[in-house]
């Protein structure tokens, strides 16, 4: 089994940056594709990115490309969403999820962290 923690979230102005961590704790967390998602108020969650074991291969949303960086430090079991040119629509809570496949079949799951961006 994997526990996923995220952390990294907080208000900005738009136009800003954060980086958000999700830090695994369990076996095999190497073997694990991450994936982040998030949801906004009154939507349903989203896919924003994910990375394979190998960090060899990425996907992103495109209303993420180019602005958003996925991650992973697998000494660390620890995957990042790095977040540029932060645009008010980003707003959402973000979560991180593991799976086993590409593309993957997530099976566990993070708490999720706040991402606020201001006008």
């Known amino acids: 089994q994997v526990q996923l923690v995220e952390s990294g979230g907080g208000l900005v102005q738009a136009g800003g940056s954060l980086r958000l961590s999700c830090a695994a704790s369990?076996?095999?967390?190497?073997?694990?594709?991450m994936g982040w998602f998030r949801q906004a108020p009154g939507k349903e969650r989203e896919f924003v990115a994910r990375i394979s074991w190998s960090g060899g291969s990425t996907d992103y949303a495109d209303s993420v490309k180019g602005r958003f960086t996925i991650s992973r430090d697998n000494a660390k079991s620890t995957a990042y969403l790095q977040m540029n040119s932060l645009k008010p629509e980003d707003t959402a809570v973000y979560y991180c999820?593991?799976?086993?496949?590409?593309?993957?079949?997530?099976?566990?799951w993070g708490q999720g962290t706040q991402v606020t961006v201001s006008s």
């Open positions: 369990g076996r095999t967390f190497s073997r694990y594709t």
């Open positions: 999820a593991a799976g086993i496949t590409w593309p993957p079949k997530y099976n566990y």
